[in-house]
């Protein structure tokens, strides 16, 4: 694919939204697509998309004027302007080879996203291994309750129950994520990184290679960087930036520094303190230990852009998480179901913790990997996080954008963890949970669940 300048792009945008034309998006349907065509709508640009089914997504798009079709066809794009594409989308697709041949500038979604957001004068990108999407809608939950009217572009539903907010120019709050460096198309005034872990390893080979690319997509910040500096990951990496970043963690050696102080039924209180003198308590509503962690980052975020603490400290405690984040679903002949996103590790570890100390129960955790590549990669801490389960029900892996693994399967993990695992096909797997586990009930992975969800949910 030919790279284009940002600017030759940024030319190109600003001409089709003057002159007409129309903007093209291959899989418009999934999240991060479907907020960017809702952005180019809500600007005046003609709209087309594709994808391979229909979803509420893309009937919403089609009642604020998009035409979207349904299927991926060279037909879809022959009078385009512009084709936007993920990392995602089969470079072999039918729409991205027609426009190639037909010399139709064609970009990836971080290339597109990366011109759009030059024209918001604050832009505010979470990086991280975890945590993203809850910490960019705390962000936006703050800023929107301080009267900014942010933009925001997320990797889930925020709670207006939409991925994106429409608001002003004078904020955008985003996702920076790091699959094959999509975050080196941004340019945030203000760059929060989160934690750094190996993943990603269909591009990443090693932690070396992350450590580098984040190195570079913080050093583009162009006012501050805010860095968990209790990740030693994330240490190494602030010794390559420029100027010294804001640190924050859970010891008084950084900047900022939290301290839990009292344990709720459904969350925390905690106090922040900032150069060991303390600024003031926090209430938190939403479990898990790590949410205080990604709280602290925007509460920082926040305070530095100038907004009160007490409005800070508001607009937190009235946070209450975001869909599958430890999202309570409903019950099962009186056992409790949440369905989470975690896919990685370390997510899955933390997520095993919160609900035994949150529900004081057993837990049966149904799993369905994500990819061939990072199963196998981490194979070893897969078998170990999932492990802090008491039964674990293994789904088929979803592959996502790539291809089996000779000797990579659910089956096959199953029996490397041992007697409390178990591989199952979906249709089998809602009769097994009622007849050989016991405890709360979660669903975790990042790949499609829903028809296990919808299995587990109906009337008992």
Same mark, same amino acid.
């Given at each position: ?8 792009l940024?030319?190109?945008v600003?001409n ?7 903007i ?15 952005l180019? /709508?809500?600007?005046?640009i003609?709209?087309t ?16 004027g998009a035409?979207?079709f ?20 089969d ?8 426009a ?8 990836t979604?971080?290339?597109f996203l =990366? ?17 993203k ?36 120019? =004078?904020l ?7 699959? !094959?460096?999509?975050?080196l ?24 290679a992350l !450590? ?8 583009r ?8 500096a ?32 009292s ?20 209430e ?9 962690h ?6 920082i ?12 400290a ?13 999202e ?9 179901i949440?369905?989470?996103?975690a ?12 609900? !035994?100390? /949150?529900?004081?129960?057993?837990i ?9 590549s ?32 000779p ?16 591989y199952?096909p ?17 669903l ?16 008992e």
């Amino acid at each position: 694919m030919k790279n284009y300048s940002m600017e030759w792009l940024d030319s190109l945008v600003r001409n089709i939204e003057e002159r007409g034309g129309n903007i093209h998006f291959v899989g418009i349907g999934g999240v991060s697509m479907y907020s960017l065509a809702r952005l180019c /709508l809500a600007r005046g640009i003609t709209v087309t998309g594709s994808d391979r089914e229909e979803s509420d997504r893309t009937k919403e798009l089609q009642l604020l004027g998009a035409s979207v079709f349904i299927g991926h066809s060279s037909k879809n794009v022959r009078d385009v302007s512009l084709v936007v594409y993920t990392h995602a989308i089969d470079r072999d697709n039918p729409e991205i080879r027609t426009a190639y041949d037909l010399g139709i500038p064609t970009v990836t979604r971080s290339a597109f996203l =990366g011109v759009l957001m030059m024209g918001y004068k604050s832009r505010i990108g979470v990086s991280g291994s975890h945590g993203k999407s809850t910490t960019v809608a705390m962000l936006d939950c703050i800023f929107s309750h301080a009267g900014r009217n942010p933009t925001t572009l997320s990797g889930a539903d925020l709670p207006i129950g939409e991925p994106v907010r429409l608001g002003g120019s =004078g904020l955008l709050i985003y996702e920076a994520c790091e699959y !094959k460096d999509s975050f080196l198309d941004f340019s945030p005034t203000v760059a929060i990184a989160l934690n750094l872990e190996l993943d990603h390893t269909d591009y990443f080979s090693d932690i070396d290679a992350l !450590k580098s690319s984040f190195a570079s997509a913080l050093g583009r910040a162009s006012r501050r960087v805010i860095i968990n500096a209790d990740d030693g990951n994330l240490r190494d990496v602030a010794k390559s930036l420029r100027k010294p970043p804001v640190s924050f963690g859970g010891t008084d050696q950084n900047e900022y520094s939290y301290s839990i102080t009292s344990f709720k039924p459904q969350g925390y209180e905690f106090d922040l303190c900032r150069f060991g003198s303390r600024l003031g308590s926090f209430e938190l509503n939403i479990p898990g230990e790590f949410n205080v962690h990604n709280a602290t980052a925007a509460i920082i975020a926040a305070l530095e852009d100038g907004i009160d603490l007490s409005t800070v400290a508001e607009a937190i405690a009235s946070f209450r998480g975001i869909p599958r984040r430890l999202e309570y679903i409903g019950s099962r002949f009186g056992r409790k179901i949440y369905y989470d996103y975690a896919h990685h590790p370390t997510e899955i570890s933390a997520t095993i913790g919160a609900l !035994k100390s /949150l529900t004081g129960t057993q837990i049966t955790v149904i799993f369905k990997p994500h990819t061939y590549s990072r199963t196998k990669s981490l194979w070893r801490e897969f078998a170990s996080s999932l492990s802090l389960a008491d039964h674990i029900v293994l789904s088929d892996i979803f592959p996502a954008r790539e291809s089996e693994i000779p000797g990579v399967s659910s089956a096959r993990l199953a029996e490397f963890i041992g007697n409390k695992a178990k591989y199952l096909p979906d249709s089998k797997i809602i009769e097994y949970i009622d007849l050989c586990t016991n405890g709360t009930i979660v669903l975790m992975g990042a790949g499609d669940l829903e028809n296990i969800k919808k299995d587990i949910k109906r009337s008992e």
